[in-house]
């Protein structure tokens, strides 16, 4: 069972990305999808979250700018970030307890994207 995040890269302040992190593997079920962020010389940080159902957490600093959504059907979250900023800048990572088929639940991290917010 694995993560897979994709969509990072340099981008203007005031610019838009959108990232994607998909589960593959021996998925049974996953509630609950993070992102998550790192900054240089910073602690790894939660971004925003997404239940199964659709309930969403964000972080005060992003709010209203970050918007967490999920296609249930392929295991696969969206980060659409919009209005950027230079302090946006760090590696983003998405995280999920997952059950596989077996029954087991496990904390999978996916290994980052890099988001560069700099003119």
């Known amino acids: 069972v694995q993560l897979q995040a994709s969509g990072g890269g340099l981008v203007q302040p005031g610019g838009s990305l959108r990232l994607s992190c998909a589960a593959s593997g021996e998925v049974f079920n996953i509630n609950v999808m993070n992102w998550f962020r790192q900054a240089p010389g910073k602690e790894r940080d939660l971004v925003a979250r997404?239940?199964?159902?659709?309930?969403?957490e964000y972080s005060n600093s992003v709010k209203g700018r970050f918007t967490i959504s999920r296609d249930n059907a392929k295991n696969t979250i969206f980060l659409q970030m919009n209005s950027l900023k230079p302090e946006d800048t760090a590696v983003y990572y998405c995280n999920a307890p997952i059950t596989t088929m077996s029954h087991e639940i496990l904390d999978v991290w996916g290994k980052g994207t890099q988001v560069t917010v700099s003119s």
């Open positions: 997404i239940t199964s159902g659709g309930h969403t």
